[in-house]
């Protein structure tokens, strides 16, 4: 069946917008973007849906959601300000109270409220990513599901890559067309250099898009370039080893190899000049010649 949506404007991807311009569509592909005149003249057999005092615009991306924690809203706005305790009512509602059965349908909330917003592609990061990606498949979003990764501690790397990489093999089995499995290291500050080192060589390996927080606090940058402040303190009160690299975390993470996968740096606002520099020359991919 053809329908033409039509609307006092139309916004294409590449071309200036279009007052009353329409839409065709045939199944679930679009057949044909102009004004409304020329679209009935091209289809004169079309059904005509008329919007009218509206705005017909493609899809909208959210790069950086977490759709599992939906159903949390309005549950740690009282320790907003301390990172800590926020983290910790966090996980122990996210892993202790909340089901799998749960989880799976904040994740659906989340995804059915981003339809509602107009958004049809996300990347999501997410500690249960299986449930998320099942979630995604159901209400028909596209999108990139990361698998999140957890680990400080040194001494604990291999056990960590090991669910990691188990994690994505289910990612993986259960990618369609519309979904497909990513993995994100959490943070340069809740996962070590070693297990970096061995995510970002997964990432190649297996062709996973990568998304990492970073670069987004001034907690996280005394963290990396000093050694000090509130990261480091947590992690001395687990007795865990943090020997800061002494560099900004755009060098760290090109040190550990991340940038090396083209990843996507969710926040990254606490940049200079010289880390922009370098994360445009890690994005840049020469041609290579047979």
């Known amino acids: 069946m053809t329908t033409i949506y039509s609307a006092r ?12 311009g329409a839409v065709v569509v045939e199944g679930q592909r679009i057949a044909g973007v102009g004004p409304e005149p020329e679209m ?26 977490h759709l599992e924690l939906t159903a949390l809203r309005g549950y740690l706005e009282k320790e907003e300000n301390d990172f800590f305790a926020w983290l910790r009512k966090l996980t122990i509602a996210r892993l202790e109270r909340m089901t799998p059965d749960d989880i799976r349908v904040s994740a659906m909330w989340g995804a059915c409220e981003a339809v509602r917003a107009g958004v049809t592609c996300v990347g999501d990061a997410s500690d ?28 604990l790397v291999a056990e960590n890559f090991e669910k990691l990489k188990f994690k994505v093999q289910e990612l993986q089995t259960n990618q369609s067309k519309l979904v497909r499995a990513g993995v994100s290291p959490h943070a ?79 926040h990254c606002i606490r940049v200079d000049d010289d880390d922009i520099a370098v994360r445009l020359l890690a994005a840049y991919r020469p041609l290579r010649h047979k």
């Open 9 to 20: 404007w139309v916004l294409p991807v590449s071309a200036a917008a279009i007052e009353h």
């Open 40 to 65: 009935v003249s091209r289809f004169p057999s079309a059904k005509i849906e008329s919007l009218g005092e509206a705005v017909i615009l493609p899809g909208l991306v959210n790069t950086h959601t």
């Open 128 to 155: 249960m990513g299986l449930l998320s990606m099942l979630a995604l498949q159901e209400v028909g979003l596209r999108g990139v599901v990361y698998q999140e990764s957890f680990g400080p501690d040194a001494r």
């Open 188 to 266: 340069p500050y809740t996962v070590c250099g070693p297990q970096l080192e061995l995510i970002a060589d997964l990432a190649t390996s297996e062709d996973l898009p990568l998304m990492m927080h970073a670069a987004e606090s001034e907690a996280e940058e005394l963290f990396v370039r000093e050694g000090c402040g509130v990261f480091a303190d947590g992690l001395a009160r687990r007795e865990i080893e943090w020997k800061a690299p002494g560099i900004s975390t755009i060098q760290y993470l090109k040190q550990v190899g991340i940038l090396e996968t083209h990843p996507l740096l969710a």
